[in-house]
């Protein structure tokens, strides 16, 4: 299992100061989440949200709180997952409710989980590439999330 309280010195920002690492989830906080989401969080989100309730870099004028999320807090999720299902549940009903991004690039592509009928994330990171999203119906998935990371911390660590 990933050691998330090395990530600080890990971001490639100017210095480890720039990077904004909220604190950490209780085990209540990330249960009620998932229970609003629907989802069981794998073992390596749940351990990165509790170790850190997101990381992003300060950027004023951004969010109310001034901070550009990579990794949104907790009470973030269901919001970046409402703007993905809102993107393509006209076309891809059973995408929309089967994607849940972790990951905001803060371009419209995210990059987060496939979710089983059972709520489970299913094994790697997928990414979804909003330039490669076309409003079509007959759309391949593959066309538009794609396998990005065998784990989330192949994405957020270098070398891990």
Same mark, same amino acid.
């Given at each position: 299992?990933?050691?998330?309280?090395?990530?600080? @010195?890990?971001?490639?920002?100017?210095?480890?100061?720039? &990077?904004?690492?909220?604190?950490? &989830? /209780?085990?209540?906080?990330?249960?009620?989440?998932?229970?609003?989401?629907?989802?069981?969080?794998? &073992?390596?989100?749940?351990?990165?949200?509790?170790?850190?309730?997101?990381?992003?870099? !300060?950027?004023?004028?951004? @969010?109310?709180?001034?901070?550009?999320?990579?990794? !949104?807090?907790?009470?973030?999720? !269901?919001?970046?997952?409402?703007?993905?299902?809102?993107?393509? @549940?006209?076309?891809?009903?059973?995408?929309?409710?089967?994607?849940? !991004?972790?990951?905001?690039?803060?371009?419209?592509?995210?990059?987060?989980?496939?979710?089983?009928?059972q709520g489970?994330?299913?094994?790697?990171?997928? /990414?979804?590439?909003?330039? @490669?999203?076309?409003?079509r119906s007959?759309?391949?998935?593959?066309?538009?999330?794609?396998?990005?990371?065998?784990?989330? &911390?192949?994405?957020l660590i270098?070398?891990?």
């Amino acid at each position: 299992m990933t050691d998330w309280s090395q990530l600080p @010195s890990q971001i490639p920002t100017d210095s480890e100061s720039d &990077a904004v690492f909220g604190q950490p &989830a /209780s085990e209540e906080e990330i249960s009620r989440i998932e229970g609003e989401l629907g989802v069981r969080f794998p &073992a390596e989100l749940r351990s990165l949200y509790g170790t850190f309730n997101g990381f992003g870099v !300060p950027y004023p004028g951004w @969010s109310d709180d001034d901070v550009m999320w990579l990794v !949104p807090p907790l009470s973030r999720l !269901p919001s970046l997952r409402g703007d993905f299902q809102e993107a393509v @549940s006209e076309t891809h009903p059973d995408v929309a409710s089967r994607y849940l !991004p972790v990951i905001d690039y803060a371009n419209g592509d995210t990059a987060g989980y496939l979710i089983d009928e059972q709520g489970i994330a299913a094994d790697g990171i997928f /990414s979804f590439e909003h330039e @490669s999203f076309e409003v079509r119906s007959d759309q391949p998935l593959d066309e538009f999330i794609q396998p990005a990371a065998e784990k989330l &911390a192949d994405l957020l660590i270098p070398d891990e």
